[in-house]
């Protein structure tokens, strides 16, 4: 009984502190850092200094300057604007990626791990064949039938991502099937749909989640690659991808200018993962 | 007299969710040469802890207080060399799970000589030779060939032999078995427990022996000492802790078992569960629990007393009188 | 915690069946393993050979031996959740003996028999809450508003010895023992005919296994429901069965009254296994088994 009343006087009303519990100091950071930027896309339009695309050829390259916070581009594009901008494709991009990969993904995982026998085997053939494509490849390939753009890159890396989602919770399911719990359930005579969608599932949805928050980070890396070899934003719309690919600012020695996506990119994945990696630590003690 | 282990008012603090939770309160036992001396109890009541402590191989942040002497030395002040040369020589430990014990990719032979050629600069034939003449002991026929196979090769009763013989390499003084024969079948565990009483017998090996089983406990042990939530509440002889228990845990543990040769209609039962160290009420562990539970049991912890030769743990030892089995209740039964 | 159970007349449920609960004869299975290092040969491991049992309504059965013997691969092929591979099944009067084709026959066997689990810690969905685990079964296998089964939800509780306020609490907050009572009012929520307890009470403490054996104990008196009780500890056998069939290897070597049988065992490995077990006076002598 004490197990039981220190339960639930431990129970936290204050949401800022249950989230702080959950993911702690440095998750808050992270995680913060993640709502801020998501706000800063969706607000572009209102807080933006400039328009991304507004060329200002007697204000090239600038630096630091109080009309132009972290100076312009070589045409005289306002950086922080395109930062801001760009944020949007960069951030829905990798997001379309995981959604599909994970709706195709975790069906397919468990009518393979709940199965078994002959379903399993073409399912998991399948996915092996889906691996043998590199995700860059099969864009370039998404790309030379549609043209260029957020979708057909998006929808090609979705489709790459998927088996590496699919393959882990597959082998999550096949051990949590065999255990009592589940069995018990079989023997109630639950349709195996419920089991699935009820409890097996939910049950490895930690490792669904550490996954999808790893390819999130992977998806946004290969997005912007494939922006910048000119695959996917075009110039002049603005990505971070797009961004990095200025060589121009690079041979007038602005630096900064390239230096600033790449610090973008390289804080939301570190921030994505490390958000996703504390939650699904944490959601598998809780239930310990 | 010096004892050949003596473990003495030891407390034992570990953390766990970045807290510490007491395992063990207060615990004094000691083991004399050549003699059996179980640590009976339920789970969280600390027997396993008490083995641990006395190899040092509790977790790393643990908090110790209390004083381990083996052979009259205290081991309190040891470096963690001395430790690894104390287990190396003096005692060992046999666990329970033999499976996680031995490292499966090796070979049984190679397991069994690792200490003998690396500790003691033995030559690898001589030591498999020995080790091969210790299978034999053990009860394991075809020894030289077990030597050459893998773990998985071998049953869970098998492995445990290969365990003890192990053990018995090193020739320790004192063998902390913790619940060596839990997870074997009955025929399988009385042979392993007849192997281990003739071991005791040719070559006055002490027993540090950790159960839950109070009957196997009785049927091998010189002496038992039954915990309760990280307490030790009664030590005694078999004989006497089967016909007269001085605590009332012992006593409702006794009573609560199934026998095998009658049906109780109803087993004695005792309410709640057993607790761990760090849930245990101030005063008594046991008074939750207890059908004799008075005011002073919430008031202070009891002091171990001596009476009839057993050391027990209860305020009201002195003028209870327990019964251990269910069809002999004197009126004082709970139910 | 209460103990045991108050008397609750309404929570006596258990299907009603003509004739015998059980019925099984010469049950078999084949376990294919496959043989030697890097070989595609197969090897055929008989786990159970021919065994054949009844079991009448309100009666125990008890199922003993030791690892490997087959005991609990007859329970997991009378559950359904390992397929038979010769023999017959019969249980509350329906034949069991090929796999369910349809979910609504395995959910109508499901209300025939249930089984209750070895190990309490993972026997339970640790996402769902008691009640949420009990309101699940009742809702699949009964009609009942949903004022009923929150009333129905609470007698069950009350039956396995938890309050209602337990019931709002996710596994992890319960003991083993507790976890265990709920596996069975989970078990009992089904009313079934006949319950299968795999090793129920070996997983437990000494003082807790005595809670649970009353328990049960209690439970079978009040609603006529037969048990088949599978256990290598022959001491429980004891408390809560009435027959016993002793198993070696797959192997029937014996079986019959559970008095019978401990007290004046025929078969050599039965009286093996009794004097394995330790007691007062016992002295174990070495003999090789393996």
């Known amino acids: ?288 | 007299m010096t004892h050949l282990l003596e473990i003495d008012h030891l407390s034992v603090d570990l953390v766990t969710h970045r807290r510490y939770h007491k395992v063990l309160q207060d615990v004094s036992v000691t083991v004399e040469k050549a003699e059996v001396v179980s640590l009976v109890g339920e789970s969280g009541s600390g027997k396993s802890m008490t083995a641990r402590s006395v190899l040092n191989l509790l977790p790393a942040q643990g908090k110790m207080s209390g004083n381990i002497a083996f052979d009259g030395q205290s081991l309190m002040d040891s470096t963690s060399k001395d430790w690894q040369k104390f287990r190396a020589t003096k005692a060992a430990m046999i666990f329970q799970d033999p499976r996680a014990s031995i490292n499966p990719v090796h070979r049984i032979g190679d397991f069994l000589t690792e200490a003998l050629v690396h500790n003691r600069d033995m030559d690898r034939h001589e030591a498999l030779e020995r080790a091969a003449t210790l299978l034999e002991q053990v009860g394991i026929d075809d020894a030289r060939r077990r030597l050459r196979q893998y773990p998985h090769e071998l049953s869970g009763g098998m492995l445990q032999r290969v365990m003890i013989a192990s053990v018995l390499l090193i020739e320790p003084q004192l063998i902390l078995a913790d619940e060596p024969t839990t997870a074997l079948d009955v025929t399988t565990q009385a042979d392993v427990i007849a192997i281990l009483d003739d071991l005791r017998a040719q070559r006055e090996m002490a027993m540090l022996f950790i159960t839950h089983d109070l009957e196997l406990a009785a049927a091998f042990s010189d002496r038992i000492a039954v915990m309760y939530a990280g307490y030790i509440v009664e030590v005694s002889t078999p004989a006497q802790l089967h016909t007269r228990p001085l605590h009332p845990y012992t006593a409702a543990l006794l009573r609560s078992r199934p026998m095998l040769h009658e049906r109780t209609a109803r087993l004695p039962q005792i309410s709640g569960r057993p607790l761990s160290a760090f849930e245990a009420p101030p005063g008594c562990p046991f008074q939750d629990r207890c059908p004799y539970v008075q005011a002073q049991c919430g008031e202070s912890l009891p002091q171990p007393q001596l009476i009839g030769g057993s050391i027990v743990r209860c305020h009201r030892a002195s003028e209870l009188e327990l019964v251990s089995t269910a069809g002999a209740e004197g009126g004082q039964s709970h139910e | 915690m209460s103990d045991a159970t108050s008397n609750t007349a309404t929570a006596n449920k258990v299907r009603r069946v003509d004739g015998p609960a059980v019925e099984v004869a010469g049950l078999r299975k084949v376990f294919r393993v496959s043989g030697g290092a890097g070989g595609r040969r197969h090897r055929d491991f008989v786990a159970v050979e021919g065994a054949s049992f009844s079991l009448e309504q309100g009666h125990s059965l008890g199922i003993v031996g030791e690892s490997g013997s087959g005991k609990t691969t007859i329970a997991r092929m009378l559950v359904g959740i390992e397929k038979a591979s010769g023999g017959t099944m019969n249980v509350a009067g329906r034949d069991r003996s090929a796999a369910a084709k349809s979910t609504s026959e395995r959910r109508r066997r499901g209300s025939e028999m249930q089984i209750v689990f070895q190990d309490p810690y993972t026997s339970l969905d640790p996402r769902q809450s008691i009640n949420g685990c009990i309101n699940e079964v009742l809702k699949l296998h009964l009609t009942m508003t949903e004022p009923e089964r929150r009333q129905r939800i609470i007698e069950l509780l009350d039956q396995v010895g938890l309050t209602e306020r337990q019931g709002l609490v996710l596994p992890k907050n319960l003991s083993g023992g507790q976890r265990q009572r709920v596996a069975i009012a989970r078990a009992l929520a089904a009313e079934p005919a006949v319950l299968v307890l795999d090793e129920a009470v070996s997983a437990l403490d000494v003082s807790i296994q005595a809670q649970i054996i009353n328990l049960l104990n209690d439970i079978r008196e009040r609603t006529n429901m037969a048990y088949i009780f599978i256990s290598h500890n022959l001491a429980v056998v004891r408390q809560v069965t009435d027959q016993t069939l002793v198993l070696k290897k797959g192997v029937v070597v014996e079986q019959g009254d559970t008095e019978k049988i401990l007290d004046a065992p025929e078969d050599d490995y039965t009286k093996l296994l009794l004097a394995s077990v330790p007691e007062p006076g016992w002295k174990p002598r070495r003999v090789n088994v393996d």
């Open chain 1, 1 to 288: 009984m004490s197990v039981l009343s220190n339960l639930t006087a431990r129970e936290d009303h204050h949401l800022l502190r249950r989230i702080h519990n959950r993911i702690g100091t440095g998750g808050m950071v992270a995680g913060g850092f993640m709502v801020f930027l998501i706000v800063a896309a969706t607000l572009a339009p209102l807080i933006s200094p400039t328009s991304p695309n507004a060329i200002d050829l007697l204000n090239v390259s600038t630096g630091s300057t109080w009309t132009h916070p972290l100076g312009t581009d070589n045409l005289g594009r306002d950086t922080l604007s395109r930062l801001l901008w760009g944020a949007r494709p960069s951030l829905l991009g990798p997001t379309l990626v995981i959604s599909v990969a994970t709706i195709i993904a975790v069906p397919l995982a468990a009518l393979a791990g709940w199965s078994g026998g002959v379903v399993d085997q073409i399912v998991s053939r399948f996915l092996d064949l889906v691996f043998a494509f590199p995700g860059i490849l099969l864009a370039i390939l998404a790309v030379t039938l549609y043209g260029p753009g957020l979708y057909p890159c998006s929808m090609a890396l979705a489709l790459s991502y998927m088996p590496w989602i699919a393959r882990v919770t597959r082998s999550e399911i096949l051990r949590e099937r065999n255990k009592p719990y589940i069995k018990a359930l079989e023997v109630q005579g639950l349709s195996g749909f419920a089991i699935c969608v009820r409890h097996l599932i939910p049950n490895v949805s930690a490792t669904i989640w550490s996954q999808v928050t790893i390819s999130f980070g992977y998806a946004l890396i290969d997005l912007a690659a494939l922006s910048f070899l000119g695959l996917n934003i075009l110039p002049p719309g603005a990505d971070w991808g797009v961004m990095t690919n200025n060589e121009n600012a690079i041979l007038q020695g602005d630096l900064n200018q390239v230096l600033y996506p790449c610090l973008l990119i390289i804080l939301c994945v570190t921030s994505v993962t490390y958000v996703g990696k504390r939650l699904s630590d944490e959601n598998t003690r809780l239930l310990k």
